[in-house]
T-cell receptor
């Protein structure tokens, strides 16, 4: 088995601040994802990466940057935090069963912007 | 692109009763289907998965039914217990080889004693 870790668990920032969230996985999965989950809502894809140094935009990429430094890690940057923004950011990685992808999720980073 | 509609958004049933959550999707090429469980304050846990060639999958007190003709996926809980209280999300993978999956908006299931 493996595990996905996300740091920090809680992140409090100021309006306009640049904030970085980190994700590490030891599954040796090729593909990694960042999602945003607003309170009581579903998941929206921000960025994903199919291999080291690859980046693909999701539906919600505006206002975010991402970086896949190595296979095991995927970072997300909020370029300018918005006041009253509160959401959970979930990192996932997926195993590829010959073209069928299953996603496994990390515990999340809860963001609050003051 | 793929659209997934999940109903109902909230569901409350008594312990021991059954519960059904349904998702409909739009892309007829959708190939791989998932149900995730999210307990309060926790992340998503893969609950069940079903391929397009499988109509029924059972496990952990749940049954997943897939109707490709109607493009409908359902999660059936036969006898609810308090540990089933959580949010449930369906997810659909369109096209073989597609790394992305599309999530439903979720159903918050509450089990009453």
């Amino acid at each position: 088995g493996g595990i996905i870790t996300q740091t920090p668990k809680f992140l409090i920032g100021q309006e306009g601040q640049k904030l970085t969230l980190k994700c590490q996985q030891n599954f040796n999965h090729d593909t990694m994802y960042w999602y945003r989950q607003d309170s009581g809502k579903g998941l929206r894809l921000i960025y994903y990466s199919i291999t080291e140094n690859d980046l693909q935009k999701g539906d919600l990429s505006e206002g975010y940057d991402a970086s896949r430094e190595k296979k095991s890690s995927f970072s997300l940057t909020v370029t300018s935090a918005q006041k009253n923004e509160m959401a959970v950011f979930l990192c996932a990685s997926s195993i590829n069963w010959g073209g069928l992808y299953e996603q496994y999720f990390g515990p999340g980073t809860r963001l609050t912007v003051l | 692109g793929e659209q997934v509609e999940q109903r109902p958004p909230h569901l409350s049933v008594r312990e021991g009763d059954s519960a059904v959550i349904t998702c409909t999707y739009t892309d007829p090429n959708s190939y791989y289907f998932f149900w995730y469980k999210q307990e309060p304050g926790a992340s998503l846990q893969l609950l069940m998965k079903v391929f397009s060639s499988t109509e029924i999958n059972e496990g952990q007190g749940f049954t997943v039914l897939l109707n490709k003709k109607d493009k409908r996926l359902s999660l059936n809980l036969t006898a609810a217990h308090p540990g089933d209280s959580a949010a449930y999300f369906c997810a659909v993978s369109s096209n073989y080889g597609n790394e992305k999956i599309t999530f439903g908006a979720g159903t918050k299931l509450t089990i009453k004693p």
